[in-house]
């Protein structure tokens, strides 16, 4: 007896991911109920994203141009290219304001179990685009998630198989973390990744 | 740096009850990268939703007709009014199959402190259809939340003084509830409101 046009909504709400069939009816309640703007704000935003949204050619990040700013800007270092999983990561990179190269986003990481593997993360456009003869080294700024290491050991080997530099960003306790409450794993890699202390002059 | 098509998806996914910044990049991320045929089903839903569907002029649940089709339907107990607050509080009472009366969604429920009151929650209109002269009982079957008891207080209240027949869902130990697992609140309660048991005969 729900009519029709509730139901698809419900239906299409399960799209999001995280959002089963009791939330996507809360939803769309909430949406049709207390936000109908809301409701015909996210419809319009959905259907302006489709039609402008790309891939950067050269980074692979979501952008409107077919070069995104950051990659067509002369300013930053072309000679450095860091790889990450998402553009979220990129964006937290950027917010430490250290890291003036380029990026090169996957969009995803290496998920075995889940029929992800080199060729539908299309690693070979990532190959491409670091043998442009102007990188010349490559960091690995995946996850230290067990998918994100698969992710950085695949792309390292195809990389340096092509005679690339390539680095990884450092493991190890956070800044401001105490022993005390920092996990065994951690720790262990602490130890085995320390660095010598240079001699301060 | 993020284009604007994105931001401004991100900035509509939050008017989703219970999706904040994070969920919404990532829902975002989703659908753009993995789902771009689900957010298009989703954009045409949500205007299919908002131009197709209004509120039943009797009972107030969602309907794409003037009258929803249980309102319609001859074959109920037009008698009996069940209020409810949420169109699946009313999925749940009829998938008991035991009741054959009609309902009143108030789409929502008392809540002071965000500023719902009566007017908010329209209870003159739930009021009127109760003194259509045909009902002749009023079943308040509001959760047992704190603004659920409080929502049916305030109806109960307004409909008695109209000299309507009111009642409430009965409160205790659900079915299949063992002593040792309920808590002390609802055994209080199950003590108090204990029924006379009759004589089998």
Redesign the interface.
Known sequence: ??????D??I???R????VGPK?A?????????R??K????????????????RHCAKCNT???QEI???CANPQRDHRLLCVVE???DL?ML?QTHIFNGLYYVL??RMSPLDGIGPRELKLDKLVERASDGVVEEVILATNFTNEGEVTAHTVGELLRARGLKVSRIARGVPVGGELEHTDIGTIAQALLERRAVADET
Chains 1, 2 share one sequence.
């Open positions: 007896m729900t009519p029709s046009a509730l698809a909504l239906e299409a709400l799209c999001l991911p995280g939330s009816q809360r939803m769309a309640y909430h949406l049709l109920q936000d109908q809301g409701a015909a704000r996210l419809a319009a935003s959905l259907g302006h994203a489709l039609d402008t949204l979501f952008t409107e995104c700013q950051r998402m553009p979220s964006a950027e969009m995803g």
